[in-house]
């Protein structure tokens, strides 16, 4: 079992920054992929970030936040971080956290594990 918490969201500027945290629990988060996934209102929620558990990490984004957003992990601290750079305000949404054995499962909204998320609102 893997518990998982996000932090940091908030209101924002369009144009502002904000990092959302991921504190996780469970004996095997280091063995999982992590992810983040967003729902705006009225829509599906849909992929925006994932890192695999190895050292350094493989990362990948979604075309819309390549080069804006980065994701990172301290396994150390069984945390996953998402910093989000140059917010527009379609980028306002739920943010999820997400865990799985297989990146494929994050890509592909079918994670094991899910945070409750956190919500972002970018002003324009």
């Known amino acids: 079992q893997i518990q998982l918490v996000e932090s940091g969201g908030g209101l924002v500027q369009a144009g502002g920054s904000l990092r959302l945290s991921c504190a996780a629990s469970?004996?095997?988060?280091?063995?999982?992929?992590m992810g983040w996934l967003r729902q705006a209102p009225g829509k599906g929620r849909e992929f925006v970030s994932a890192?695999?558990?190895?050292?350094?990490?493989?990362?990948t984004y979604s075309d819309n936040e390549r080069g804006r957003f980065t994701i990172s992990r301290d396994n150390a601290k069984n945390t996953v971080y998402l910093q989000m750079n140059s917010l527009k305000a379609g980028d306002t949404a739920v943010y999820f956290c997400?865990?799985?054995?297989?990146?494929?499962?994050?890509?592909?909204?079918?994670?094991?594990?899910w945070g409750q998320g956190t919500q972002v609102t970018v002003s324009s």
């Open positions: 997400a865990a799985a054995r297989y990146l494929v499962s994050l890509t592909s909204n079918s994670a094991e594990y």
């Open positions: 469970g004996r095997t988060f280091t063995s999982y992929s």
């Open positions: 890192i695999t558990w190895s050292r350094g990490g493989n990362t």
